[in-house]
């Protein structure tokens, strides 16, 4: 099983790369942390992010998402994984929690993910949303934080620059495609 990791810049279209590839057949993994904040504002905590719960709440929503994810012979594309939550934790200038060091620890021991993370380049701004509350320049500090932290586990960043979706969705998919030797079956319909 190989699973790819979409990682970079808050509000450079992660999600929208990976509804894109989901469209396309690719097994894919919604963020998680994202999810952990709607959750809280719709029970009325505006700012989830300042619990000091909130890191622990989004690596174990994490872990739970990909030891869920259904198996499939080809491959997993995954929005954020637990190395973008020492990311986030490094950002918000927090320490890495007990719950953090064994799931960095588990996904390093266990090669959970490939070596090669796809790194969704910014697109020049970043749109405020009410789980994303960041200033453009905010979230490109943000983004050195993610690079450094891939790079000191030793990951091999596959960079997609800011550009067209669907020539970014493309240019996802083909890497994958080049790197699982999948061969995929075309329907007879599409043979004639």
């Known amino acids: 099983?190989?699973?790819?990791?979409?990682?970079?810049?808050?509000?450079?279209?992660?999600?929208?790369?990976?509804?894109?590839?989901?469209?396309?057949?690719?097994?894919?993994?919604?963020?998680?942390?994202?999810?952990?904040?709607?959750?809280?504002?719709?029970?009325g905590d505006d700012e989830p992010w300042t619990r000091p719960s909130f890191i622990d709440e989004v690596v174990n929503l994490q872990r739970r998402r990909q030891l869920a994810a259904p198996g499939t012979d080809h491959?997993?594309?995954?929005?954020?994984?637990?190395?973008?939550?020492?990311?986030?934790?490094?950002?918000?200038?927090?320490p890495v929690s007990p719950a953090l060091a064994a799931e960095l620890e588990r996904i390093t021991s266990q090669r959970i993910y490939e070596r090669q993370v796809f790194?969704?380049?910014?697109?020049?701004?970043?749109?405020?949303?009410?789980?994303?509350?960041?200033?453009?320049?905010?979230?490109?500090?943000?983004?050195?934080i993610h690079e450094q932290v891939y790079r000191a586990y030793g990951h091999e960043l596959v960079d997609i620059p800011a550009g067209d979706l669907t020539d970014r969705i493309t240019a996802v998919s083909s890497a994958i495609a080049d790197r699982t030797d999948v061969l995929v079956a075309v329907p007879r319909d599409d043979l004639t």
């Open 1 to 43: 099983m190989r699973r790819y990791v979409l990682t970079g810049t808050p509000g450079a279209g992660k999600t929208s790369i990976l509804r894109g590839l989901a469209r396309l057949g690719h097994s894919v993994v919604e963020e998680a942390a994202t999810t952990v904040i709607a959750r809280a504002q719709g029970q």
């Open 75 to 94: 491959a997993q594309v995954f929005d954020r994984s637990p190395l973008c939550t020492l990311a986030l934790a490094t950002y918000l200038e927090r």
């Open 119 to 144: 790194f969704v380049r910014n697109l020049g701004f970043c749109e405020t949303t009410s789980a994303r509350r960041i200033t453009f320049e905010e979230s490109l500090a943000f983004e050195r």
